[in-house]
């Protein structure tokens, strides 16, 4: 008894193993986490470090080289970049994929920690971050109130950030715009002088004064006691009456030679919602944990938090990605859905009978619901991959219930009993139909050997659709022809029994029958005129290849947009806010946006940590949910605008699948010499900016940033007993300051800061006028010990592979990127480049070349394992040949679906193609299993042929059609991140179209010629 008898004899118990798998499913949706992407492990490691007041020279020779000198020799390093920024050090390490993330960022740490003596004592400690794109910030909240932001932020401190943090789920917030608690000690050198008191000696002074030391402990017979050193200063007016001895027999209070302030940080950045201050807290989550129950969570506690807070504290959500993750889920819900009725009119159309069509549609959500189940095992998550996987299977999923129905519907009109046509029809295309559900599963192997990010994106895409169809499978043997015994009848089958509609249909039907079958034999007796037509219909759709676009992803509009604004070098934080405040006012004036949230002196990226500087800013903006407005048209509305503003360079970016995305076309210019790698990008800049569909042309080369530089004269130095290292540590106490001690106030510690009053640091002439008090208490002015030249020096330095690096961005409008990057890359190979210099396209363009070729890899593998199990089902070498030519048919229908859409060729119109190798070959299956049937009964080979051709074209139009239809949702494009699935329904569309069409005549000629010539079979 094979499982199809079990099913049919034994109704109960199948239904309760059924029932075993929809209940599990039931019970795991519940406790799957629901996420906007699969949990994706990328080998990449950043290190960012800390050096404020140094410049970007600086950084790169004190910081940056260092950290890439002790990693540099970590096996399995696939690419090493830096960017040193004022202030600031990002070092990317990426490594090969088959590198365990977590051991290489044990071996980073350890290395980085070796070299840390090496870098400044005033360096803060380097920050070492794996890239996870599911630990990425999921909510971003602004609190405003009528009160100074240092207030605000205190408030945040002291009531919020310790009960968000406490919320499961969250790993961590950060904050922008905030401004710290300071004590600032600011000297007069001239007081300083006067005492022959050195700034470094009074910082050592009061860090020595300032101490907090365990001194050891006693121990008695019944008792231990500790002893502590409680030195700490109490209070701000402990500090002012510090004494400061000055002599070998005076001391002065530290408020006579200097003014202690109780200040907040210096103003370096700062932060507007709607043009109001405010101050952003950013919370980040767990890799691990579920994104829309943290973000309720979150929002939750905020809720119950705003009713103890200060009436004029207000608290707005302005970026939740638990929002888009819940409206894409829902929305792909909802198209799952939308496809189940759609397929089930259309089965009902052809089956007349809401019994029949239940039977079949019945399989989809039983497949779908028990696939949660394995979802749940495998540990994957909710996210767009698996339920777009689940989507666009709806009509594959049908199609081995339609094919068991129909033949079972044949057997009820051979006047068999329900049980026993159930039996026999499922029992006899039981081959037919595993072969074609092997051959939807064994095109998704490859994906288990594609390397890189595209590898990793579908590889839950792939064992989703598996487990899925495997599952339609089983209920295709078991479900189908047990609720046909059950609940089918003989008159199901009988026209006579229909009503109106069913006999009219039926009579159509019947028509297009019998034409097929004419129309078939035209085509088997003129082979020739059929073949050239047929490779006309086929070819002909090649000729509008190249006005169709390809890119890397679709990315879907979330009504959320970044503007970053770089002003020249050197422009203070007073003249970029005033190119911000520019901007906000051209945004407030638009009826269609929600709220604006300005970033002052700081950028955010996904993959390198932030920029920052007094020349950059950053708007984001987020439109209303209820604006027919697309995010790409509003940015067009306004770029003429924005772009009049003075200074201004402008990069506008829509918010992506995994945050703000970068600029689609990057261009990487590598060499050892900044010089001629100027000379290199203005050429490569202007090629950039003339190519038509550019805009937002921008280069992170930038000079010109004014810059003191002091040069020591060593011979002066030693003069007077002074190092170089002396003299820098002097100047730095004086200008960016020296933080002497810490200050402590209950649970929170603030930086007790020494440096030049502010009035002496306004005029850079001043310098030149500046004492330096050597260790043995002589005043000398600082031009008797160095140089003074005002330079320009780069606003950032970046590094790849260990040489100097300038990359130039650019945004791409009203054109793909590939025929920009087609018509970019034919001018740069022209330019002539100096040896060890190089021009190479990075970013999209990089992942889409190896995307695209991983996945025509991929393609290549599908159609191999495809024929091997052909072969194999059919115990043919040849017939797989004549099975897989469906497939080529199919390129005419994916081409022209997508130009007449005006889709893209992307990572996820590929994927549609590689799916569709498993999906196309299914007619061939049907067709030739049923030849080989009818030809073992005595027919020839032609009237086998055309009757097998005959008896197969119901099942094969229910199935095309169906499958066709319930991808029209997806196609469609509409809800969230709909683009990303529009593209591969189409292609599935058009592809199925065109070669479910040419299929009917070319798969019974070929079948015929190979039996009749190669195999001279009659």
């Known amino acids: ?38 949990k994706i492990d990328f080998p990449m490691i950043t290190v960012t470090t800390i050096y404020p007041g140094a410049s970007p020279n600086n950084i790169e020779t004190l910081v940056s080289k260092p950290i890439e000198d002790a990693v540099s020799s970590i096996n399995g390093i696939d690419e090493l970049k830096s960017d040193s920024y004022e202030g600031i050090s990002n070092v990317l390490i990426k490594f090969e994929d088959n590198v365990d993330v977590n051991e290489a960022a044990s071996d980073v740490r350890d290395k980085v920690s070796a070299a840390r003596s090496e870098l400044p004592d005033d360096v803060k400690d380097p920050i070492i971050l794996k890239l996870d794109i599911n630990a ?52 007069n050198q001239d007081i300083l002088k006067a005492f022959r008191l050195s700034p470094l000696t009074l910082a050592a002074i009061i860090g020595q004064k300032s101490l907090n030391i365990p001194s050891g402990h006693i121990t008695q017979t019944r008792k231990e006691y500790s002893i502590r050193m409680d030195g700490e200063f109490t209070s701000v007016e402990e500090i002012r009456n510090l004494p400061v001895p000055v ?38 989550k767990r890799s691990d944990a579920n994104s829309v129950r943290t973000s309720d969570g979150v929002l939750k506690c905020i809720e119950l938090l705003e009713k103890k807070l200060p009436t004029d504290i207000s608290i707005t959500a302005i970026r939740n990605r638990a929002t888009f993750i819940t409206n894409s889920v829902n929305d792909l819900n909802g198209n799952i859905i939308t496809g189940i009725i759609i397929t089930a009119i259309i089965l009902f159309m052809f089956l007349h009978s809401i019994k029949a069509t239940l039977v079949s549609v019945i399989s989809i959500p039983i497949s779908i619901i028990s696939s949660y189940t394995f979802l749940y095992f495998f540990r994957f998550s909710l996210n767009m991959m698996t339920q777009m996987a689940l989507a666009i299977s709806v009509g594959v999923l049908v199609n081995n219930a339609i094919v068991v129905l129909e033949n079972i519907f044949v057997k009820l009109q051979q006047k068999k009993s329900p049980e026993e046509a159930s039996i026999i029809g499922t029992n006899e295309i039981l081959v037919a139909v595993s072969g074609c559900t092997l051959t939807n599963v064994v095109v998704f192997t490859p994906i288990a050997f594609m390397t890189g990010m595209i590898g990793r994106f579908f590889y839950e895409f792939g064992l989703t659709v598996t487990v899925a169809t495997f599952v339609s499978l089983l209920a295709a043997f078991t479900l189908t022809p047990m609720c046909a015994a059950l609940f089918m009848k003989e008159s199901d089958a009988h026209s006579d029994d229909k009503n109106w509609f069913a006999r009219q249909w039926d009579k159509m039907y019947n028509t297009l029958c019998d034409d097929y079958a004419i129309s078939l034999k035209y085509v088997l007796n003129n082979k020739i005129i059929t073949i050239i037509i047929s490779a006309i219909i086929m070819f002909s759709p090649f000729l509008l290849a190249s006005n169709v676009g390809f890119e890397f992803v679709t990315e879907p509009d979330q009504k959320e947009f970044d503007i970053s604004i770089k002003m020249p070098p050197g422009s203070s934080l007073d003249n970029t806010d005033a190119a911000i405040k520019e901007i906000e006012k051209i945004i407030e004036k638009e009826n269609d946006v929600k709220f604006m949230f300005a970033k002052l002196g700081k950028t955010e990226s996904v993959i390198g940590g932030t920029s920052e500087g007094t020349n950059i800013g950053e708007v984001s903006v987020k439109l209303k949910p209820e604006t027919t407005l697309k995010t790409d048209a509003f940015i067009s509305k306004i770029t003429e605008q924005v772009s009049r503003i003075p200074e201004v360079e402008v990069n506008m970016r829509k918010t992506g699948i995994m945050g703000t995305v970068e600029s689609p076309l990057i261009i990487h210019l590598t060499g050892d010499s900044l010089e001629k790698l100027q000379e290199i990008e203005k050429k490569v800049l202007k090629i950039v900016k003339e190519v038509p569909g550019t805009l937002d042309v921008q280069s992170t080369w930038q000079s010109g940033k004014p810059e003191v530089k002091i040069i020591p004269i060593r011979e002066h130095l030693a003069k007077y007993g002074m190092t170089e290292a002396f003299l820098a540590g002097t100047l730095r106490t004086y200008y960016e300051g020296n933080i002497a001690a810490k200050f402590r106030e209950g649970d929170d510690e603030y930086d007790i800061r020494l440096k030049l009053s502010e009035n002496h640091r306004k005029d850079v002439r001043n310098i030149s006028s500046l004492v330096i008090l050597t260790p043995t208490g002589a005043a000398v002015p600082l031009i008797q010990l160095a140089k003074i030249e005002e330079t320009g020096g780069p606003v950032q330095i970046n590094r790849k592979s260990r040489t100097r690096l300038i990359t130039i961005s650019a945004n791409v409008a009203g054109r793909s990127l590939g025929e920009v990057l087609r018509e970019i890359r034919a001018q ?143 196609a469609m494009g509409t809800g969230s991140g709909g683009e990303m699935n529009a593209a591969m329904a189409t292609v599935e569309i058009g592809g199925l179209i065109v070669s479910g069409v040419l299929s009917l005549f070319l798969i019974p000629l070929t079948y015929l010629i190979v039996e009749t010539k190669l195999l001279n079979k009659t």
């Not at 909240?141 to 406490?166: F, M, T």
């Not at 408020?255 to 101050?279: C, H, M, W, Y």
């Not at 991983?854 to 040849?878: G, Q």
């Open 1 to 38: 008894m094979n499982i199809v008898e079990l099913a049919v004899k034994r109704p109960v118990m199948m239904t309760m193993v059924l029932a075993f798998f929809v209940v599990m499913g039931l019970f795991s949706y519940g406790k799957i986490p629901v996420d906007m992407l699969p």
């Open 136 to 187: 990425l910030p999921i909510l971003s909240l602004a609190v405003s109130g009528n009160r100074p932001v240092e207030s605000i932020y205190q408030i945040i401190k002291d009531l919020i950030k310790d009960e968000i943090l406490k919320v499961d789920g969250v790993a961590d917030v950060a904050f922008i715009g905030s401004r710290e608690r300071e004590i600032r000690i600011m000297v």
């Open 247 to 284: 002599s070998n027999t005076k001391t002065i209070r530290l408020k006579e030679i200097a003014s202690v302030i109780d200040d907040f940080e210096e103003f370096r950045q700062g932060a507007r919602l709607n043009s109001k201050p405010t101050v952003a807290i950013i919370v980040k």
């Open 828 to 970: 740069t190979d022209l330019i002539d480049l100096p040896a060890g210099y190089e021009i190479y396209f990075s970013g999209a363009a990089e992942r889409m070349s190896e995307s695209f070729e991983s996945l025509l890899t991929s393609l290549f593998l599908a159609l191999i394992f495809t024929y091997m199990l052909l072969a194999a089902l059919l115990e043919s070498f040849i017939h797989p040949i004549t099975i897989l030519l469906t497939f080529p048919m199919a390129f005419g229908g994916i081409i022209l679906g997508l130009f007449l859409t005006g889709q893209t060729l992307s990572i996820f119109s590929l994927m549609a193609v590689v799916m569709l190798v498993g999906i196309v070959v299914n007619n061939g299956i049907l067709m030739i299993e049923e030849y080989r049937r009818l030809s073992s009964e005595g027919l020839s080979c032609i009237d086998s042929v055309i009757s097998g051709s005959k008896a197969k074209l119901r099942p094969i139009i229910m199935t095309t059609i169906a499958t066709v239809a319930a991808m029209v949702p997806l």
